[in-house]
């Protein structure tokens, strides 16, 4: 089993920046991939990024190329990532989630909710206008 805990959220301006952490804790794995989503009300979940810990891997949503990027402490299990120049339409929760085998290896993509076995609870971040 592996827990997940987020923590970084909040309420912020547009133009803001914010930084979530994800810290993993239990079993993991030499090839367990962190990721994350984010859900806004009436939407469905979306992936933003993902990292395979070990290797640094990443993929990225093309729709936050360039403002969310991640950095990843391989000793502390955790993923975090940054996001720069908020919006108001970034208003979501974001989601952790964890997976102990790449995506591919199961025949699915990295932005598949379904790929992941692990979640966290989540963190509500807010962008103000």
């Known amino acids: 089993q592996v827990q997940l805990l987020e923590s970084g959220g909040g309420v912020v301006q547009a133009g803001g920046s914010l930084r979530l952490s994800c810290a993993a804790s239990g079993r993991t794995s030499s090839d367990y991939v962190m990721a994350w989503f984010r859900q806004a009300p009436g939407n469905e979940r979306e992936f933003v990024r993902g990292v395979q810990l070990n290797t640094g891997a990443t993929y990225s949503a093309d729709s936050v190329k360039g403002r969310f990027t991640t950095r990843r402490d391989v000793a502390k299990k955790t993923l975090y990532l940054q996001i720069n120049s908020l919006k108001p339409e970034d208003t979501a929760v974001y989601y952790c989630?964890?997976?102990?085998?790449?995506?591919?290896?199961?025949?699915?993509?990295?932005?598949?909710?379904?790929?992941?076995?692990?979640w966290g609870q989540g963190t509500q971040v807010t962008v103000s206008s």
């Open positions: 989630a964890a997976v102990l085998v790449p995506p591919a290896q199961r025949g699915r993509t990295w932005n598949d909710p379904g790929a992941y076995d692990y």
